[in-house]
């Protein structure tokens, strides 16, 4: 905050007065020593009358300060001044009256008026802040005005004048001593205070000199001489005490409390020796004044050296008290705190040393910093500090450097450490550096990195970090690779049927049988979900060999507590150089992953631009399929099954097709897949059914010859209402029950086969008939025959396409027929495509064939006609 000038007295008056006064004084003086006016009389009214101009100014200024601060301290000064003029007045008046024992008066007179200028300059705002510091003050003034008049009574025959001169000439130089002490240490305001002071000076050497002309009978305008300074002093001391000091306290510093104006000391001893001195050698000896003055001065110098002795001894106490806090701060901090000079030799370290990095002072002091911290961080903290060095850090913060230092135990540790060049302090000089152990934050940070490129289930590596593996491999020259992307199936049906501890087991053992199958330098990643990655460098060949490793080795079950599962995969291969970046070869691998599951189950697929048209296609058939049999795109073709005995037709197979208008006929083999992926098999099926009875009703117009066969899958098998739906439309189109055979494929059994017994024996007792489609693909169709109500077997084609060279064919067939032929079922040899096959089935047994060698699927109206043509 700013300070205010002090401002003069307040009244217009008082201003012009500033300069009407001292003038009209010193005119009388003037006239005096025209003359005009007895010398003593002109020096009592004109210096008496500036007094009394002085007094009443000064006593404004201190009562208009107490006005406006509310208290007595603020106004001491003017107020000591202004009675220090008042008595300035009175003793120039004794000079006129000469009263009894005039000596005696004026030495008194010029001792209070010393008293006085020296208690209101001591008091003015800014002189001093404390008591304590007025008093010591005030003892450097006074042994300084002791020794002066002990010099000047040996050196000047003073010792012959009366003593009242000598009290004069003693008072006035103690005054003048102490005051001009006051004023050269003055803080606040010293224009002020020096105006004031040298005021007080003048008024104070001139009115001892008038008085000590008087006692030494001088009279006339000799003493009316002296007049004039006093007026003139007079007028600067209310000039400058008459000052107005801004509101506010001053805090007192350090430097007032404390050896304040200790090299003043000297003077007064050193003044005092050489007087003495040359007295003692000029003149002789010590007279009794002589002795009393030495003794007094060396009494003020001996008091004044006790008072700085107490200072420095609170000062020292101080200094003892905040190296204590010092030191428990540095002690007790986290940082340990090096001084380095410009070398870089370590001079001191902080006593958190040894309880933070175990280091005794023996081990570190006197060594270079650069020593102590690891050679392969050496060379970035030199280049840091010499860049401290250098002045790049002047006006920016410290220079912060990140190394590894060597504690007492030789472990190097993480430290971060803040240089700051304190070389421009001299109290300092030299480089202050403050270590920070930072191991624990840095391995949070490690361990923050680590977590976020790892899959906390697995402990395998995420998509972050495998995107962050394959991008360094790609920039790698010359680099080949793979990446393999690996989806499970049937790990939301373990989730939903033995709960997600179940499921998160799975998980762990997949990711712990991946990585059994890798090299060192592959990366196993989990993206999230189900869905798996690998990143080998191994090429083409080594790549799709570990892909089928980790199919089969993720096919065998898992023994968990309690219960064992078994989970399916299909697998995507791409390679690293066949993508523009990263994201892009990732994707390819997922599409050839996304083509191997809609072709099958543990399949492995490599990506190439085929992959991606197929993909595009399937989509586009995807959502498609829905409007379908809206728009009238779903079509039947009939495939006649023949009579092995007479080539005779007996009955019909219903084929579905739809016929896409851009991308042509879509067959079974691929329409069933994408009908399961969108759900809509249950309403193809119905469709499938409805269309194949309207038509086979037409044909025949009530003729019962012929029955019909129609495909159904097990999710419409196993609805609750399916034989309902069956008998209604069998109702609505007029067919008898026997005619129509519901196929169910063999390899479909195995998902629930006592639903699949239910839904048929229901069948059987509306009268429909059921067949086992592909009979001898499954694993396990023997144990199946016996509980399945089924009427007729349809043989897979595998059986009757082995050639003849190979005897384990034919006697599979002889088994299975003879088998069905026990249990009294119909035999079907489907896949008849040359006549050696025809005549393989017709020698093993079978009643019934189905081929290409027979006759080829045709639309409702040629199969119409085929039927007509082969009536009996």
């Not at 008091?303 to 030191?327: C, N, P, W």
């Not at 902080?350 to 020593?371: C, H, K, M, N, Q």
Request: overall charge negative; aromatic content about 6%.
């Amino acid at each position: 905050m700013a300070v205010q000038p002090p401002a003069r007295t307040g009244t217009r008056q008082h201003r012009v007065a500033f300069l009407v006064a001292p003038v009209a004084g010193g005119l009388v003086l003037l006239a005096a020593l025209a003359g005009l006016v007895p010398g003593r009389a002109a020096l009592a009214i004109g210096v008496g009358g500036v007094a009394l101009w002085a007094t009443v100014v000064l006593v404004d200024a201190a009562l208009a300060i107490h006005h406006r601060d509310g208290t007595f301290a603020a106004c001491r000064g003017a107020g000591f001044i202004g009675m220090a003029a008042l008595a300035t007045g009175a003793t120039a008046v004794l000079l006129y009256f000469e009263p009894p024992g005039l000596g005696v008066w004026l030495a008194v007179g010029v001792g209070v008026v010393a008293a006085l200028f020296v208690l209101g300059t001591m008091l003015l705002p800014g002189a001093a802040t404390s008591a304590a510091v007025r008093l010591r003050r005030a003892f450097d003034g006074l042994g300084l005005g002791i020794a002066l008049g002990f010099a000047a009574y040996l050196v000047r025959p003073l010792r012959d004048t009366p003593y009242a001169t000598l009290a004069c000439t003693l008072c006035a130089a103690t005054g003048v001593s102490i005051v001009t002490v006051i004023v050269l240490r003055a803080r606040l305001h010293r224009p002020a205070a020096l105006r004031c002071g040298a005021g007080a000076i003048i008024v104070l050497v001139a009115l001892s000199t008038a008085a000590d002309l008087a006692l030494w009978g001088f009279d006339g305008w000799i003493v009316a001489l002296f007049g004039l300074p006093i007026v003139a002093g007079l007028g600067l001391a209310a000039e400058g005490g008459a000052r107005r000091s801004p509101p506010g306290s001053i805090a007192p510093r350090e430097q007032d409390l404390y050896l304040s104006g200790y090299p003043l000391l000297a003077v007064p001893a050193g003044i005092g020796v050489l007087a003495a001195l040359y007295h003692l050698f000029a003149v002789g000896p010590f007279d009794q004044v002589a002795i009393v003055l030495g003794i007094s001065m060396v009494a003020v110098l001996t008091m004044r050296e006790l008072l700085v002795v107490s200072d420095i001894r609170r000062y020292t106490g101080q200094l003892r008290t905040k190296e204590a806090h010092f030191r428990s701060l540095v002690a007790g901090a986290t940082d340990l705190t090096l001084v380095l000079d410009d070398r870089l030799t370590v001079r001191w370290q902080s006593p958190a040393a040894a309880r933070l990095f175990g280091l005794a002072d023996s081990e570190v002091v006197g060594r270079t910093f650069i020593e102590l911290i690891h050679p392969d961080d050496a060379a970035s903290a030199q280049a840091g500090i010499e860049a401290l060095l250098a002045g790049e850090y002047d006006d920016g913060p410290p220079a912060l450097l990140n190394a590894r230092l060597r504690d007492g135990h030789g472990v190097w540790r993480d430290t971060e450490s803040t240089v700051a060049d304190q070389r421009s302090v001299p109290e300092v000089a030299a480089l202050v550096v403050h270590v920070r152990d930072v191991g624990e934050r840095r391995h949070l940070e490690r361990t923050l990195h680590r977590l976020s490129y790892t899959d906390q289930l697995t402990g395998l590596a995420n998509r972050r970090a495998l995107m962050r593996d394959l991008l360094a491999y790609r920039r790698r020259a010359g680099q080949q690779g793979t990446v393999l992307v690996i989806d499970l199936h049937g790990l939301a049906e373990i989730n939903d049927s033995r709960g997600r501890e179940t499921g998160d087991a799975v998980l762990i053992e997949v990711g712990r049988r991946i990585r059994s199958l890798l090299a060192e330098e592959d990366v196993a990643a989990r993206l999230g979900g189900d869905e798996f990655a690998v990143l080998t460098a191994d090429g083409a060949v080594l790549a799709y060999a570990l892909a089928t490793r980790i199919v089969t080795l993720l096919m065998e079950p898992y023994r968990l507590p309690g219960t064992i599962v078994e989970l399916h995969t299909s697998v995507g291969l791409a390679e690293l150089a066949g993508g523009r970046d990263s994201d892009e070869v990732l994707r390819h691998a997922d599409l050839a992953r996304s083509r191997a599951c809609q072709l099958g189950r543990d399949r492995v697929e490599w990506y190439d631009t085929d992959v991606e048209i197929q993909l595009h296609r399937r989509m586009d058939l995807e959502r498609e399929l829905l409007g379908a049999v809206e728009r009238g795109e779903l079509d039947l073709v009939f495939q006649p099954v023949v009579s092995l005995r007479d080539e005779q037709p007996v009955g019909v197979e219903a084929l579905l097709r739809w016929r896409h208008p851009k991308l042509g006929t879509i067959l079974p083999a691929e329409l069933l897949p994408i009908a399961r992926a969108v759900g809509c098999t249950a309403e193809l099926g119905e469709w499938v059914l409805d269309a194949a009875c309207r038509h086979l009703s037409g044909w025949t117009g009530g003729n019962s010859e012929y029955w019909l066969s129609v495909n159904v899958a097990p999710r419409e098998l196993l609805t609750a209402r399916f034989p309902e739906r069956v008998a209604e439309i069998l109702d609505r189109h007029e067919l008898e029950p026997e005619r129509l055979v519901v196929e169910v494929q063999e390899t479909w059994v195995a998902e629930d086969v006592p639903a699949i017994v239910a839904s048929l024996a229901g069948l059987r007792k509306l009268g429909v008939r059921a067949a086992l489609d592909d009979f001898g693909a499954g694993q396990a169709s023997l144990s199946h025959l016996r509980r399945l109500p089924v009427d007729m077997l349809k043989l897979d084609q595998a059986l009757v396409n082995t050639p003849v060279e190979q005897p384990v064919g034919p006697a599979v067939i002889d088994v299975v027929v003879s088998l069905g032929r026990r249990l009294g079922l119909e035999i079907v040899a489907k896949g008849l495509e040359s006549a050696e096959q025809i005549e393989r089935a017709r020698r093993a047994g079978c009643l019934y064939g189905q081929g290409f060698a027979l006759a080829r699927p045709a639309p409702a109206e040629r199969m119409e006609a085929y039927l007509d043509t082969h009536r009996l």
